[in-house]
């Protein structure tokens, strides 16, 4: 039988190198006070080694868990796994946190909330307790959830607010998402058209209000009416296709559909085929979020793009800049997309 290798520890490392194991683990931890010349010859032992620092090894450097929290909405995220239907938010999420948190010696982990649930306090608790994470990440809707910020605050832990328009505790970080509804419906105002539906998002989101008033101030700058083109969903295809059925069968329909996220998107195209229209010929769609199912629609969805990893990757610097004592950032972060101009938008038939 093949004979098991030893696992190298922190010790052998601490051994190799001539050093304490304090030091090895300032150097893991890249932390000031050490010699350059001391913390060259740790790295050297180090890859020498094969060593691959664990959490308790970056903890003995002091009280720090090296851990960051992200907190995500639990219904809609374990429905959409449910459904089968893609969670490009998370993977954005994850892909842009877990690579800058390694960066960095930390780790990201990924925890669903019910932000309205009347025991969120007691839930959220007991994960800080048995977690301890250094920081966390909040998305919408919890980003704007005063208890979940009441208690972080009272256990003294640096947090990031993703979709908060600054005001409040924590790091707020943008991403325009005004701005970005403005920007997509110029783009249709600018193609000719004047009559511009649009689906909002559920209202206990901020970011869906946004959203509405950016789509609000590009028409009354234009001197084109919003009167009667506004309808509400709930971010998933049904709503999508309601909301579409509804701004559709007015008296007046619109010309083009602005719609809050690519499910709803979706539904507006299934609606507009089962009204025997054309997208873009007899309808222009534009879309929110530009995940892959964006790209992949039929047609190809003209999106305004959420930069979900860049921005989770500017909130995990900015919580680990604030751990080593940076002040946080004054006013909100923004960290802006860009619209992907596709097949599914062109000038209104005259």
């Given at each position: ?8 520890t922190i010790k052998h490392v601490a051994a ?99 932000t309205h649930s009347d025991r ?231």
């Amino acid at each position: 039988m093949a004979r098991r290798r030893q696992t190298v520890t922190i010790k052998h490392v601490a051994a190799d190198a001539g050093v304490s194991l304090q030091t090895v683990s300032r150097v893991i931890n890249n932390e000031p006070n050490v010699r350059p010349a001391m913390a060259e010859r740790v790295r050297e032992a180090i890859t020498r080694l094969g060593y691959v620092p664990s959490l308790a090894a970056q903890r003995m450097g002091g009280s720090r868990s090296y851990l960051i929290l992200a907190l995500n909405d639990r219904d809609r995220t374990i429905s959409d796994w449910r459904a089968r239907q893609g969670t490009d938010w998370v993977d954005q999420m994850l892909l842009g946190g877990m690579l800058t948190c390694a960066r960095h010696g930390y780790r990201l982990l990924l925890e669903l909330v019910d932000t309205h649930s009347d025991r969120i306090e007691r839930e959220l608790a007991a994960t800080i307790a048995a977690l301890q994470p250094d920081g966390v990440i909040l998305t919408p809707p919890h980003s704007d959830n005063p208890l979940i910020a009441e208690l972080l605050d009272r256990h003294d832990i640096a947090f990031a607010r993703i979709g908060a328009q600054g005001g409040g505790a924590g790091i707020a970080l943008s991403m325009a998402d005004e701005a970005g509804a403005r920007r997509a419906t110029e783009h249709l105002l600018a193609l000719g058209h004047r009559r511009i539906g649009f689906v909002a998002g559920p209202e206990d989101y901020t970011t869906s209000a946004q959203r509405a008033d950016g789509w609000r101030g590009a028409m009354r700058e234009a001197g084109a009416s919003c009167d009667g083109l506004l309808a509400v969903g709930n971010f998933d295809f049904p709503s999508g296709e309601a909301a579409a059925h509804a701004l559709l069968g007015a008296a007046v329909p619109p010309s083009a559909i602005l719609a809050s996220s690519d499910q709803m998107a979706l539904g507006v195209l299934a609606a507009a085929r089962e009204g025997g229209l054309s997208v873009p010929d007899d309808l222009s769609v534009v879309s929110f979020d530009d995940t892959p199912i964006a790209r992949f629609a039929h047609p190809p969805l003209t999106a305004m793009e959420q930069p979900i990893a860049a921005v989770t990757a500017r909130a995990v610097e900015l919580i680990i800049a604030q751990l080593g004592g940076r002040a946080r950032p004054a006013a909100p972060v923004v960290i802006a997309g860009e619209l992907k101009v596709r097949a599914s938008t062109a000038a209104p038939r005259v």
